[in-house]
């Protein structure tokens, strides 16, 4: 339910900067101040941090989960480049993709660690139908879509950083499990996603010069990093529980059951959700229980 309100956030951040990677770099920089904050005044997740620090070295934890992060920072710099290419309707379509791929391949795989799930038929029913809810959801702004030729390659960029982030949270799951803390699993994704994400603003610069635009002084537009700290620890907390599959779904339904909301409350350029919006939303829910449904032959426990 965050991930609107940190849309909007990190939205208004860089209209403001005209810069959407200085945005995103500010964001994730946000979080990890926060989070820092939050272990100079935790003994339990100073604790936690050792012990990923100490299974990290020890080898009990791989080293390839460290760098989730990243795979978060690379989402991030495709919202910020590929959707003004592309549009915002065929980005958010191709990142579900993206998402739902990854779900799949990464359950049925058992990648970071968590227990393996076949994709059985109401699993793939699910996915289908919640592909099916996001083209109907962003219908309305299909026309505002370029040439097919120009958005190809943006749109599969999109996907591909909509399944990195399918991997992102399996290997979150991974580091959660061996701190004992999802929190330290968030603070480790913002570190290094920080890290990326400030060395590909300074990349840029370097290349191709700042905006100018002076930092905007009103504090509620730094609260991105805020919304993406309770977004990461949530979803590493149950991504052991739900499995990759379940928990892209579920996001994806809040997001867009959110964003409604959102658009109502507080409306942005001057437009209500429609009845399709309104009606993909729905079918996400659908999506979401069909999915979840127990294999036939197998009961509750």
Known sequence: MVVPVQAR???????????GIA???????????????????SPGLRGA???LADDSRDGRLPRRYLPAGVLGGTFALA????????GIAVFTVSAIAGQTLGGLIVDSRGIGGGPRQRPGAARLTGAAVILAAAVVSALPRFADTPAPATIILPALAAIAAGFLLGVQQAMNGATTAASGSPLAATW??????????????????????????PLPTSLWVYLGGLCGVVFIGASAFLVRRIGVLLLSMASIAGQLASSIALDFLVPSGGRSPSVLTILGALL???????????PRGTTAK
Do not use: Y
């Open 9 to 19: 956030l990190n939205g208004e951040l860089s209209h403001r900067l005209d810069d």
């Open 23 to 41: 945005a995103a770099a500010i964001s994730f920089s946000g979080g990890l101040v926060l989070l820092s904050l939050l272990a100079f005044f």
């Open 49 to 51: 941090l050792r012990r």
């Open 79 to 86: 919202q910020s480049t590929a959707a003004l290419v592309t």
């Open 188 to 213: 480790l994704n913002f570190l290094v996603g920080a890290v990326f994400l400030v060395a590909v603003w300074g990349a840029k610069t370097l290349v191709r010069g700042t905006a100018g635009h």
């Open 284 to 294: 996400t829910f659908g999506a979401v229980w069909i999915a979840s449904r127990p």
